[in-house]
């Protein structure tokens, strides 16, 4: 057996999937043990999942426990540079803490090291366009690293033609550096695979290990990715299989909505955003959590003009002051099925819509058409214990023709019931596409 294994902030899951034929063997979670090591749980998980005298050839691991990856995005201008910035921080798994972009000061220096980003994502410029910008930034870094002590480490992924001298200002101030391609190397076209790999890298060698989840030398030898990064793998790699496709993730702390869609002919060349658009896109709604959210649900619903149970603030107070509560009786477990529709349906017009850089009121960028998606595929623990998930989801999602947005057509609705998106992806990053393609099947 193969081990995939997503540790979380509130539960770890894990997958028993068979080496030979990437059948599924087995599903099991546990609570993530954050209090004490999170191998505890991890354990349990494996222990159960597996079946019984099964040898396990190797363990691939996810995680987004700890926060995750705590990015913060500094581009050349707020509308261009420091938006496909952002969206290619988005695609690698990233939590976005913090965007900034032109001049920036002492103050500005400031608020970014408040936040505590994990990484920075340096971008600027067009590949042979404007350098100087890029180059205030690294010494404005530069200068923050001697005189405060910020020496987060830096992802580069601006103009190709400063970035050896860029390397250079950061890392004669000590600061760690890894230099890639440029995420937006021409106007209107978005490169997102150089920086997603390398945030990658450097969320392996420097996030997990600093996060002190476990004493092991195991846990950080097994974890492969962020585990949103593992899931968006997972997803591209189903959208192969199914044509265009959206998923909704909904959980305790956030709604993630991942798209892949087919590009648009009209929407490329003259006519393409500046940024770029992202085809293969994740968006992360922090506000939309059933549990430790919860109550950002029903505000963001009153704010969408939702009809909702009377009662529905209530019990979302009580999910938030309570994210280990368990819906015990029919009532309860109806508002978690309210609270996981309302995310879904939110999250995925506010995915459609496109997002809003630079303070509430820039325009909203890079939308996206849902019409003629495919499969529509929902996850999280809410949504896999309820078999009529599936249709809710619908009605949730693929009614709502009153947000402003076009909801997938005729898509087929289902739900991941067994967790298949994320050991997929991280067998496909390790290299078993063949078993990551027939684990999807299950789907």
């Known amino acids: 057996m193969i081990v995939c294994a997503d540790v979380g902030s509130t539960y770890t899951k894990a997958a028993a999937v068979d080496a030979d034929t990437g059948a599924l063997a087995g599903t099991a979670s546990h609570p993530t043990t954050l ?10 998980a494996v222990a159960n999942a597996l079946p019984k005298g099964a040898t396990v050839v190797d363990t691939l691991v996810c995680s987004s426990a700890g926060g995750g990856l705590r990015l913060a995005v500094i581009g050349n201008e707020p509308l261009v540079t420091a938006r496909a910035a952002y969206r290619a921080g988005l695609s690698a798994g990233a939590r976005v803490v913090d965007v900034r972009a032109g001049t920036l000061g002492p103050a500005d220096l400031a608020a970014l090291a408040a936040v505590r980003p994990d990484v920075i994502l340096l971008a600027g410029g067009t590949d042979g366009g404007d350098e100087t910008v890029l180059r205030a930034h690294a010494a404005a870094l530069a200068s923050a690293s001697e005189r405060d002590g910020l020496t987060t480490p830096v992802v580069l992924a601006g103009n190709a033609n400063a970035a050896a001298d860029v390397t250079a200002i950061l890392e004669a101030a000590g600061v760690p550096v890894t230099a890639v391609g440029n995420v937006l190397p021409r106007i209107g076209t978005l490169d997102p695979v150089p920086a997603r790999t390398a945030l990658r890298d450097v969320f ?3 996030v997990i290990a600093g996060k002190h989840l476990s004493a092991s030398a195991d846990f950080t030898r097994m974890v492969k990715a962020a585990t949103p990064d593992a899931v968006l793998t997972g997803v591209e790699l189903l959208a192969e299989r199914t044509g265009d496709l959206l998923v909704v993730d909904v959980g305790g702390a956030t709604t993630d909505v991942y798209s892949v869609l087919t590009p648009d002919a009209e929407l490329q060349g003259p006519r393409a955003e500046v940024a770029g658009t992202a085809w293969r896109a994740r968006t992360v709604e922090g506000d939309l959590g059933v549990r430790h959210t919860a109550v950002g649900i029903a505000e963001a619903a009153g704010e969408e003009d939702l009809p909702t149970d009377p009662d529905l603030p209530e019990a979302a107070r009580r999910r938030g ?16 099925r309210e609270l996981s529709a309302l995310a879904a349906r939110i999250a995925v017009r ?13 325009p909203l960028r890079g939308g996206k058409d849902l019409a003629a998606v495919a499969a529509v595929v929902g996850s999280g623990g809410i949504l896999r214990r309820d078999p009529g998930a599936a249709e809710w ?7 709502d023709t009153s947000g402003g ?19 997929a992806g991280l067998l496909a990053a390790a290299g078993r596409r063949d078993l990551a393609s027939r684990l999807l099947a299950g789907i």
Not at 393 to 399: D, H, K, P
Not at 405 to 419: C, E, G, H, L, S
Request: charged letters at 35%; aromatic letters at 4%; hydrophobic letters at 30%.
């Open 35 to 44: 209090g004490t090591d999170v191998m505890d749980g991890l354990r349990a």
């Open 204 to 206: 392996l060698r420097h």
């Open 321 to 336: 002051a309570d994210p280990a509560l368990r819906a015990g009786t029919d009532r309860e477990r109806a508002f978690d």
């Open 350 to 362: 506010r995915h459609a819509r496109g997002e809003r850089i630079g303070g509430p009121t820039e």
């Open 393 to 399: 989801l619908r009605e949730a999602v693929g009614g």
């Open 405 to 423: 947005v076009r909801p997938p057509k005729d898509a087929r609705f289902t739900v991941d019931t067994d967790y298949r998106l994320a050991p």
